[in-house]
Nanobody, 129 residues
Framework: QVQLIESGGGLVQTGGSLRLSCAPS????????MGWFRQAPGKEREFVAT????????YYADSVKGRFTISRDFAKNTVYLQMNSLKPEDTAVYYC??????????????????????WGQGTQVTVSS
């Protein structure tokens, strides 16, 4: 069982930046597609960004394109979500997710929650106006 540990959330003003981190507990992110999702109060969980296991492919929701960047550091076994130019509508609990493949399939990214096997506990991001 993979446990994903998120960190980096907090309170920031409009236009500010935050960087979220996600690392597995006791595992290496080999052949894992990673994703970030978010859920605001009263709303469904929505896709934010995803990155392939080899980091050669990324994909973003239109609402964050150009402002957020997903990346992974293989040496640190960590996935990041750099969030710039934050807006009040970015306020939500952000979740890291992982999907393990049995072989290194190049270029695969995943954008819906049912496609993922493991989830973090979530980290709150609040953007004040």
């Amino acid at each position: 069982q993979v446990q994903l540990i998120e960190s980096g959330g907090g309170l920031v003003q409009t236009g500010g930046s935050l960087r979220l981190s996600c690392a597995p507990s006791g595992r290496t992110f080999s052949w894992y597609v990673m994703g970030w999702f978010r859920q605001a109060p009263g709303k469904e969980r929505e896709f934010v960004a995803t990155i392939s296991w080899s980091a050669d492919s990324t994909y973003y929701a239109d609402s964050v394109k150009g402002r957020f960047t997903i990346s992974r550091d293989f040496a640190k076994n960590t996935v990041y979500l750099q969030m710039n130019s934050l807006k009040p509508e970015d306020t939500a609990v952000y979740y890291c997710a992982a999907k393990q493949f049995v072989s290194p399939i190049v270029g695969v990214v995943l954008t819906t929650p049912p496609q993922y096997d493991y989830w973090g506990q979530g980290t709150q991001v609040t953007v004040s106006s």
